[in-house]
């Protein structure tokens, strides 16, 4: 017999609704789980998160039991709401110690396990705030007085009363429980609590009375249930039927968990349709293929002589003629992180064909270009494509010429700019020179300049030597044009010591 798995908290459900931790599972603090048709919490919930959690909202599932097992790996739970399940009875939260608000409104705890439940959370000394509002063991005051407004009006001996739960329950929770400070959002006044501990021995026999009658009541309904299929049909039986029916609700955790698969089944059937519905998510090679194929059919209908404009893709693109002289430049935005794989580009002398990610673009150029010289090249940064084709018309090669012209003009004239100004420094260094030798007065002293042997003044001369500058200039003049008729006429290559002044 096959074993029947039940809806538990998955891995995959954690992630998809911890998108406010960017789905990370293991530093999650607060998780919704609710209206999952959940049936058992299960052991990821706490394996993966259990550390972490603070806050676990469980409300409107069919949890039928709060296994031990499955709470055992939560360490930090302040808020546990498992309001609208199927919960009978209170177990497994014995080591929360620091659990604050536990909400268990609507479930299925009745006055047969309310002793044990209470002794549950007995060990809970940090919890402060008890929701049990709305399950068996509470006493409803609104229904009893609905009950009793019924009776007024058609009064029936034979009919048992409707359940309304324990009037004591209240008090019995206060006594038992001293550190909680709310229950079911109604404050716990010191007087209550005071009246709650006097009344705790008659609570106590109460309850136990209660509970051997409610075990003795279900087991003549089950007797009862057993036998109605062999008894004749009679007065009395019919009588009790109705009876039966009338204390009978919907609302029951069997039916609960019957609506809830169903509803599973057609949460599972809808996703199943959108998930169809959805496009298929494509990997690199599925690209890579569809790439290829682009390609093949371009080339293919560009064979066949069938060139047209098209912009698949919607780029933009644009042609510069003006940035660089002679070539045409065509720029086109491609996305950043296209892999340079998914690009195909195709340059013919008229027109230029470019295949990205299965997308062509074609374009007719608005000059005859030299294909074979042509490059493409992608940024690295922006993940533009640029072309850089030279063109091959005359007015190309009229700018080549014009530009290589400049550039020597350039050249030229940046040389005949370095002679002159060298012109022009000597010419001042002489005009410097003149001028301070204009500036000198009186006789210029040359004894002693040059040796007697080669025609000096000796110093022993008295006789003042007083020298004009035209004679200085002419004795200068006539001493280079003999050094220089000197040099010329030595054999030997070897310049000899500079003949006298005079």
């Given at each position: 017999?096959?074993?029947?798995?039940?809806?538990?908290?998955?891995?995959?459900?954690?992630?998809?609704?911890?998108?406010?931790?960017?789905?990370?599972?293991?530093?999650l603090?607060?998780?919704?789980?609710?209206?999952?048709?959940l049936?058992?919490?299960?052991?990821?919930?706490?394996?993966?998160?259990?550390?972490?959690?603070?806050?676990?909202?469980?409300?409107?599932?069919?949890?039928?039991?709060?296994?031990?097992?499955?709470?055992?790996?939560?360490?930090?739970?302040?808020?546990l709401?498992?309001?609208?399940?199927?919960?009978?009875v209170?177990?497994?939260?014995?080591?929360?110690?620091?659990?604050?608000?536990?909400?268990?409104?609507?479930?299925f705890?009745?006055?047969?396990?309310?002793e044990?439940?209470?002794?549950?959370?007995?060990?809970l000394?940090?919890?402060?705030?008890?929701?049990l509002?709305?399950?068996?063991?509470?006493?409803?005051?609104?229904?009893?007085?609905k009950?009793?407004?019924?009776?007024?009006?058609?009064?029936d001996?034979?009919?048992?009363?409707?359940?309304?739960?324990?009037?004591?329950?209240r008090?019995?929770?206060?006594?038992?429980?001293?550190?909680?400070?709310?229950?079911?959002?109604?404050?716990?006044?010191?007087?209550e609590?005071?009246?709650?501990?006097?009344?705790?021995?008659?609570l106590?026999?109460e309850?136990?009375?209660?509970?051997?009658?409610?075990?003795?009541?279900?087991?003549n309904i089950?007797?009862?249930?057993?036998?109605?299929?062999?008894?004749?049909?009679?007065?009395?039986h019919?009588?009790?039927?109705?009876?039966?029916?009338?204390?009978?609700?919907?609302?029951?955790?069997?039916?609960?968990?019957?609506?809830?698969?169903?509803?599973?089944?057609?949460?599972?059937?809808?996703?199943k349709?959108?998930?169809?519905?959805?496009?298929?998510?494509?990997?690199?090679?599925?690209?890579?293929?569809?790439?290829?194929?682009?390609?093949?059919?371009?080339?293919?209908?560009?064979?066949?002589?069938?060139?047209?404009?098209?912009?698949?893709?919607?780029?933009?693109?644009?042609?510069?003629?003006?940035?660089?002289?002679?070539?045409?430049?065509?720029?086109?935005?491609v996305?950043?992180?296209?892999?340079?794989?998914?690009?195909?580009?195709?340059?013919?002398?008229?027109?230029?064909?470019?295949?990205?990610?299965?997308?062509?673009?074609?374009?007719?150029?608005p000059?005859?270009?030299?294909?074979?010289?042509?490059?493409?090249?992608?940024?690295?940064t922006?993940?533009?494509?640029?072309?850089?084709?030279?063109r091959?018309?005359?007015?190309?090669?009229?700018?080549?010429?014009?530009?290589?012209?400049?550039?020597?003009?350039?050249?030229?004239?940046?040389?005949?700019?370095?002679?002159?100004?060298?012109?022009?420094?000597?010419?001042?260094?002489?005009?410097?020179m003149?001028?301070?030798?204009?500036?000198?007065?009186?006789?210029?002293?040359?004894?002693?300049?040059?040796?007697?042997?080669?025609?000096?003044?000796?110093?022993?001369?008295?006789?003042?030597?007083?020298?004009?500058?035209?004679?200085i200039?002419?004795?200068?003049?006539?001493?280079?044009?003999?050094?220089?008729?000197?040099?010329f006429?030595?054999?030997?290559?070897?310049?000899?010591?500079?003949?006298?002044?005079?």
């Amino acid at each position: 017999m096959t074993e029947v798995v039940k809806r538990h908290v998955s891995l995959s459900l954690i992630r998809k609704r911890s998108e406010h931790n960017e789905c990370l599972v293991s530093t999650l603090e607060e998780i919704a789980l609710h209206q999952e048709e959940l049936e058992e919490i299960g052991n990821v919930l706490g394996r993966t998160c259990g550390k972490t959690l603070r806050i676990l909202l469980l409300q409107s599932n069919v949890i039928s039991r709060m296994h031990p097992s499955h709470l055992r790996y939560f360490r930090s739970i302040d808020y546990l709401n498992l309001a609208l399940n199927n919960i009978r009875v209170i177990e497994g939260i014995e080591h929360f110690e620091f659990l604050n608000k536990l909400d268990l409104t609507l479930n299925f705890i009745d006055v047969d396990a309310l002793e044990d439940s209470i002794e549950c959370l007995r060990h809970l000394r940090s919890l402060k705030e008890l929701y049990l509002v709305g399950n068996p063991c509470m006493y409803n005051d609104v229904l009893d007085e609905k009950n009793k407004k019924s009776d007024d009006v058609q009064p029936d001996f034979n009919r048992k009363s409707k359940n309304v739960g324990w009037k004591g329950c209240r008090m019995y929770i206060i006594a038992k429980l001293p550190h909680l400070h709310l229950l079911d959002g109604n404050e716990i006044l010191r007087s209550e609590r005071i009246c709650a501990l006097q009344c705790l021995p008659q609570l106590e026999t109460e309850l136990h009375l209660l509970e051997n009658a409610r075990s003795k009541n279900y087991s003549n309904i089950s007797k009862d249930n057993k036998g109605y299929q062999q008894r004749t049909e009679s007065p009395q039986h019919t009588e009790k039927k109705e009876i039966l029916k009338e204390e009978v609700t919907h609302h029951c955790p069997d039916n609960r968990t019957q609506v809830s698969h169903e509803m599973a089944q057609q949460k599972a059937e809808k996703e199943k349709n959108e998930r169809s519905n959805q496009p298929k998510l494509k990997v690199e090679k599925d690209f890579e293929d569809d790439q290829e194929r682009a390609i093949e059919r371009c080339r293919q209908r560009e064979e066949k002589g069938i060139i047209r404009q098209c912009n698949e893709g919607k780029l933009t693109y644009k042609f510069d003629e003006a940035k660089k002289a002679g070539h045409l430049l065509l720029d086109v935005s491609v996305q950043k992180h296209l892999s340079s794989s998914l690009i195909n580009v195709e340059i013919h002398p008229t027109y230029v064909s470019i295949v990205i990610k299965s997308k062509v673009l074609r374009l007719k150029l608005p000059t005859e270009i030299r294909a074979e010289e042509s490059t493409a090249q992608r940024s690295t940064t922006t993940g533009h494509l640029l072309l850089v084709m030279p063109r091959c018309d005359e007015t190309s090669i009229l700018l080549k010429s014009k530009t290589s012209k400049q550039e020597e003009n350039k050249n030229h004239g940046s040389r005949v700019k370095i002679n002159k100004k060298s012109e022009e420094s000597g010419k001042r260094l002489g005009s410097i020179m003149l001028q301070d030798a204009m500036i000198l007065k009186g006789a210029v002293q040359i004894r002693g300049l040059v040796p007697t042997t080669k025609g000096g003044v000796d110093y022993e001369q008295n006789e003042t030597c007083n020298i004009s500058m035209k004679e200085i200039s002419s004795r200068i003049k006539n001493t280079n044009d003999i050094t220089a008729s000197h040099r010329f006429s030595s054999n030997d290559g070897i310049e000899d010591e500079p003949p006298p002044l005079f």
